[in-house]
């Protein structure tokens, strides 16, 4: 399992990690930007986070049935976690969904797609980045308001910028495959 993380923070470090200024979709502006759509819109960084993912959940025998999460952050990983889960999933394959930031205007009108929700279903929360912890939130708020219970919210990358803490304040578990801190530290 660490190998495989270890490989991950290779990608991330390689593809995906900038240092220099940009602004954030919070408004901040920071002196690095990671790009996780760089790792998660390949094969390989994709199947490599996607097997994280599902032994991360294995170890810690959750109950999560469905996996997804915020529109774009979570939408590839959601998708192949729960692709991965057909076969190796027990005790049965995941569902996927994703949050929209707003509801529909028109069809179904839907703020959470993802057909095999229900009431009651525990799930796992998935997002690429973490920094405020703002986006992740308004999945959560969603997919609780269907009577899902958020059983854990795990981020591909923690920018270590109030996220986690402001997520655990509203009575939420956090976990994170690498974290800034990972990535400045990073050496071949």
Not at 21 to 45: H, I, M, N, Q, W
Not at 76 to 102: C, D, K, N, T
Not at 110 to 119: C, F, H, I, M, Q
């Amino acid at each position: 399992m660490e190998k495989l993380r270890r490989e991950i923070i290779e990608l991330v470090h390689k593809r995906a990690y900038q240092r220099r200024r940009v602004r954030l979709a919070s408004g901040r502006e920071s002196d690095f930007y990671v790009d996780c759509k760089e790792v998660l819109l390949t094969p390989d960084g994709l199947y490599q986070t996607a097997r994280y993912v599902l032994t991360w959940m294995q170890e810690g025998k959750m109950a999560a049935r469905a996996v997804g999460g915020p529109i774009m952050g979570a939408v590839p990983l959601a998708a192949a976690v729960s692709a991965l889960s057909w076969q190796a999933w027990e005790p049965g394959p995941l569902a996927s969904f994703f949050v929209r930031p707003e509801a529909k205007g028109h069809g179904t009108g839907r703020l959470v797609e993802g057909p095999l929700l229900s009431a009651g279903m525990p799930v796992l929360v998935l997002d690429d980045v973490l920094t405020t912890g703002g986006s992740v939130l308004r999945a959560v708020r969603a997919v609780q308001g269907m009577g899902c219970l958020v059983e854990q919210v795990l981020v591909m990358v923690d920018r270590q910028e109030g996220g986690r803490e402001n997520l655990e304040k509203e009575g939420l578990s956090v976990s994170a495959i690498l974290t800034r801190e990972d990535l400045e530290s990073y050496s071949p």
